[in-house]
């Protein structure tokens, strides 16, 4: 509503209650405070369980709808809108944006292909662009129409099949016949 420069931490204390030096005692500034924000939402998009003994379909569903949930969620719409509404005199909003939330996403992703690579589940050249491939099926545009207000976030029935469609298009690109066994 004020976007980033117009908001202040009183304007922020009177929203959400308590103190200013309890904000502070927190959150020592704005930046801060955002990157808290930040930090909240990639730990959403982070799977509840941890998937590193489900099989390979299992896992990617877990992982998609963990992140689906994360990035159409009506903090991280706002979050978005707020870094590129500020971009221009806060670029470092848009970088800390980046840093903690899908570039941390997308290393998660990379490390979870690492292992399953490793056994021979799967098999590619760019660990970067697989995981651009099924990261980019599971989030598409919905996020940013969501972001835009132009779409409402899916509702459950639409996030399954969004989340079906990434895994199955991974599954035929990047998951291998037979896995090894040790």
Same mark, same amino acid.
């Given at each position: 509503?004020?976007?980033?420069?117009?908001?202040?931490?009183?304007?922020?204390?009177? /929203?959400?209650?308590?103190?200013?030096?309890?904000?502070?005692?927190?959150?020592?500034? @704005?930046?801060?405070?955002?990157?808290?924000?930040?930090?909240?939402?990639?730990?959403?998009?982070?799977?509840?369980?941890?998937?590193?003994?489900?099989? %390979? $379909?299992?896992? %990617?569903?877990?992982?998609?709808?963990?992140?689906?949930?994360?990035?159409?969620?009506? #903090?991280?719409?706002?979050? %978005?809108?707020?870094?590129?509404?500020?971009?221009?005199?806060?670029? @470092?909003?848009? $970088?800390?944006?980046?840093?903690?939330?899908?570039? %941390?996403?997308?290393?998660?992703?990379?490390?979870?292909? $690492?292992?399953? /690579?490793?056994?021979?589940?799967?098999?590619?050249?760019?660990? #970067?662009?697989?995981?651009?491939?099924?990261?980019?099926?599971?989030?598409?545009?919905? #996020?940013?129409?969501?972001?835009?207000?132009?779409?409402?976030?899916?509702?459950?029935?639409?996030?399954?099949? /969004?989340?079906?469609?990434?895994?199955?298009?991974?599954?035929?690109?990047?998951?291998?016949? #037979?896995?090894?066994?040790?």
């Amino acid at each position: 509503m004020h976007g980033y420069e117009g908001t202040s931490t009183d304007m922020i204390v009177a /929203r959400v209650g308590g103190s200013k030096a309890t904000l502070y005692r927190y959150f020592p500034s @704005k930046e801060a405070l955002v990157e808290g924000l930040i930090a909240e939402l990639a730990a959403r998009a982070a799977p509840p369980i941890d998937v590193a003994s489900l099989p %390979l $379909e299992r896992a %990617l569903e877990v992982l998609g709808r963990a992140t689906l949930d994360a990035v159409v969620s009506e #903090q991280a719409a706002a979050l %978005l809108r707020l870094c590129l509404g500020a971009l221009g005199r806060f670029p @470092k909003l848009a $970088e800390t944006l980046w840093r903690g939330g899908p570039a %941390l996403t997308y290393a998660r992703f990379i490390t979870f292909l $690492e292992a399953r /690579r490793a056994t021979g589940e799967v098999d590619f050249e760019d660990a #970067q662009l697989a995981a651009e491939h099924f990261l980019a099926g599971i989030a598409g545009h919905i #996020q940013l129409k969501v972001a835009m207000g132009i779409a409402a976030p899916p509702d459950e029935a639409e996030r399954g099949r /969004r989340v079906a469609a990434a895994v199955a298009a991974f599954m035929a690109r990047y998951a291998t016949r #037979q896995p090894r066994t040790h």
